[in-house]
């Protein structure tokens, strides 16, 4: 068991956002759950994390995620009692209470809001989740391929409506019923056993979040979001991009200025292009295909880096881990690329989160081998 306190956030914010490949919110979004953690925190303390063998295989943990746009939630500010809400509303009297809080998606905003909970309940986190990175839809999880259940789902907003959902089809009816609520909500699913979790879950996940931070986030007078609340950084040696990448099993694909970004959006989802040129080849360019998050790099027309495996843009100047909606014209970035969780890339897993079940007519490229 370790305590996560509050001098390990501001890493821990940009380890998630790096995990979201893109996607799960930026800076700005997860800033403001940073916020809240670390009231929860005030109130109840460290948030004790154990490793999953440490966890009781028979207990009960809990799921907690934020569906639909984090931008949303800036401009329509939670109360921060939404899970808690939920939990109630998916656990009937007499049903045994849950034990711990488990992660759903560790990139983004969602890698934050279980300790959020678990800070407010005063139960553990256990270090476990679903993707080992963000993803767009709730059921593209180890969670769902394994046929554990997500419903009864339940979703709340700060107004105070709440809904209970049952459904095959639980991506679509959460989606519409989110809508209705005013384009963000906070779900949480029924409880799984500690036990199934862990067993068919990405583990140390949040460890690995942790790391990210470490390596990659810039010093905290080099961040606007930076807590000052956060204790004194020790010095930093400079290493370079390459350095950083490769100090956690990554490369950098290019450096490059982005001379083009076209999106839309279609299904609900945004979707969009980018065109880098890059700057250490004459006439060479890297394509970036998104929908929410980062999902293919192509170097010249040919496929270098696909979904499952995790692509992030950062500002080349500041350092600054750029989401997949604000990436803008002019910018000059570091695409950077790491490997994904083992269990993405299992042959029976690959067809639920490969380039083609986002409607790319391309395979996936086993990662480094491009």
């Not at 001098?7 to 979004?29: C, K, N, P, Q």
């Not at 979703?155 to 095959?168: V, Y």
């Not at 880098?276 to 929410?292: I, K, P, T």
């Not at 979904?307 to 989401?323: M, Q």
Request: net charge negative; with cysteine.
């Amino acid at each position: 068991m370790r305590l996560l306190t509050h001098s390990d956030v501001d890493r821990l914010a940009f380890g998630v956002i790096m995990l979201g490949s893109g996607g799960g919110g930026g800076e700005e979004d997860v800033h403001a759950v940073t916020t809240m953690l670390r009231q929860a925190m005030r109130t109840g303390g460290p948030v004790r994390v154990l490793d999953a063998g440490e966890a009781d295989p028979e207990a009960l943990g809990v799921r907690v995620g934020l569906i639909g746009a984090p931008t949303v939630m800036i401009e329509k500010l939670p109360s921060g009692d939404e899970a808690a809400e939920a939990l109630r509303a998916v656990q009937s009297p007499g049903d045994v209470p849950v034990s711990a809080v488990i992660g759903w998606e560790i990139g983004g905003c969602n890698g934050l809001f279980p300790l959020v909970l678990a800070a407010q309940l005063g139960l553990p986190y256990v270090d476990v989740d679903g993707m080992g990175r963000a993803f767009p839809r709730i059921d593209q999880t180890t969670y769902d391929a394994a046929g554990l259940p997500t419903t009864p789902l339940a979703i709340t907003e700060p107004s105070g409506n709440r809904a209970l959902l049952d459904s095959t089809g639980i991506e679509k009816l959460a989606r519409t019923v989110m809508v209705d609520f005013g384009g963000w909500a906070m779900m949480v699913a029924k409880p799984l056993r500690l036990g199934d979790a862990v067993k068919v879950g990405v583990t140390g996940s949040l460890a690995r979040a942790l790391e990210l931070g470490t390596v990659w986030a810039p010093p905290p007078s080099d961040r606007h979001w930076a807590s000052s609340q956060e204790e004194p950084a020790p010095p930093q040696v400079v290493r370079t991009p390459e350095e950083r990448a490769a100090a956690s099993g990554g490369f950098v694909v290019t450096r490059g200025k982005v001379i083009e970004v076209w999106r839309e959006s279609t299904g609900g989802f945004p979707r969009g292009t980018v065109a880098v040129q890059r700057l250490d080849a004459d006439d060479s360019y890297v394509r970036l295909e998104m929908q929410g998050e980062y999902l293919v790099a192509l170097a010249d027309g040919e496929p270098l880096v696909t979904t499952p495996d995790l692509i992030c843009c950062l500002d080349a100047e500041t350092g600054r881990a750029i989401a997949a909606e604000r990436l803008s014209y002019g910018t000059v970035i570091d695409v950077v690329a790491f490997p994904a969780p083992s269990q993405w890339v299992r042959p029976r897993m690959l067809g639920r989160v490969d380039p083609r079940a986002f409607g790319y007519d391309l395979d996936y490229v086993p990662f480094g081998l491009s």
